[in-house]
């Protein structure tokens, strides 16, 4: 029975891990296109852009207490991941018209 109570438990954390990584994804994807919006008539470049995105999360997470480090660090890794592959793409487009 012991062992029964710990394999749910362990099923239970493993589900959660999975939504909160899911979760981040999300929001950063949201993140990223509010950002893509803001600055998209100013004519900015992609580093004004991860610095709105960075400005953003800093901002939201000084704003309340609610927020745990664990959280901000895994939306950061999926921002940061996001962009990231935003500058390969154009790196590699600007290297084959060269």
Known sequence: MKQLVIDILMKMATI???????????????????????TAGKGDNA???????QNAIVTAT??????????????????NRLLAVTRYVDENANAEQS
């Open 62 to 79: 000084t704003s309340g207490k609610s927020f745990l480090q664990s959280d901000v660090d895994l939306l950061l890794t999926h921002v």
């Open 16 to 38: 959660e891990v999975s939504a909160k990584e899911l979760t981040a994804q999300v929001e950063a994807q949201s993140l990223l296109i509010s950002a893509l919006l803001l």
């Open 47 to 53: 580093a004004t852009i991860s610095d709105n995105i």
